[in-house]
């Protein structure tokens, strides 16, 4: 069992490119969320996705988007970076909506 | 707005001490509370859930939850440097959301 995993681990990005991060589970969990980390913030959640079809926004959705591609995958799109989206990014999944697992992240930077 | 709260730090405590990490929450209908533990560079690591009132142990964790103060802590006994990492406190909002805390750095002296 890998767990979560996304992808890539590192990526920096210019001042208006895009990019989409990648997230999979293989533990047939229902739930599976999108979070940033910046210094001093604690996690904060963006997206969310209860079950397969359905995402909800978070508290900080603005300059993403999200697909619940299948069960098992779940992406955020950034459309026209800003370095204030420099951050690291973190996937979850729950299979009851309670305990949260996350993926190792993803550490971008814009410039 | 919803908060949860815990001190930065760091807090120091010698090899073999009890480390009391401490939280607390605004949201009074909480009903749900996790610890997760992340070392420098790395993701959460679920640690420990609580949904009632009182104590909950495993291994040489023991977390700690009083409603009527909104409280929450967590207590490792036996600190041992590899227990060095930083604590985040997380609350579920009504909405099965989790709020985090910023976390509160843990750093256990040999």
């Known amino acids: 069992n890998a767990g979560v995993t996304q992808t890539p681990k590192f990526q920096v990005l210019k001042t208006g490119q895009s990019m989409t991060l990648q997230c999979a589970q293989d533990?047939?969990?229902?739930?599976m969320y999108w979070y940033r980390q910046d210094p001093g913030m604690g996690l904060r959640l963006i997206y969310y996705?209860?079950?397969?079809?359905?995402?909800d926004k978070g508290e900080v959705p603005n300059g993403y988007n999200v697909s619940r591609l299948n069960k098992r995958e779940f992406s955020l799109r950034l459309e026209s970076a800003a370095p204030s989206q420099t951050s690291v990014y973190f996937c979850?999944?729950?299979?009851?909506?309670?305990?949260?697992?996350f993926g190792p992240g993803t550490r971008l930077t814009v410039t | 707005q919803k908060e949860v709260e815990q001190n930065s730090g760091p807090l120091s405590v010698p090899e073999g001490a009890i480390a009391s990490l401490n939280c607390t929450y605004s949201?009074?209908?909480?009903?749900?509370f996790f610890w997760y533990r992340q070392y420098s560079g790395k993701s959460p690591e679920l640690i420990m859930s609580i949904y009632s009132n009182g104590d909950k142990e495993d291994g040489r964790f023991t977390a700690q939850l009083n409603k009527a103060s909104q409280y929450v802590s967590l207590l490792i006994r036996d600190s041992q440097p590899s227990d060095s990492a930083t604590y985040l406190c997380?609350?579920?909002?009504?909405?099965?959301?989790?709020?985090f805390g910023s976390g509160t750095r843990l750093l256990v002296r040999p």
């Open positions: 997380a609350v579920m909002d009504s909405s099965y959301k989790l709020i």
């Open positions: 949201d009074r209908v909480s009903q749900s």
């Open positions: 533990m047939n969990h229902n739930s």
């Open positions: 996705s209860a079950s397969e079809g359905t995402t």
């Open positions: 979850a999944s729950s299979e009851n909506e309670y305990e949260q697992y």
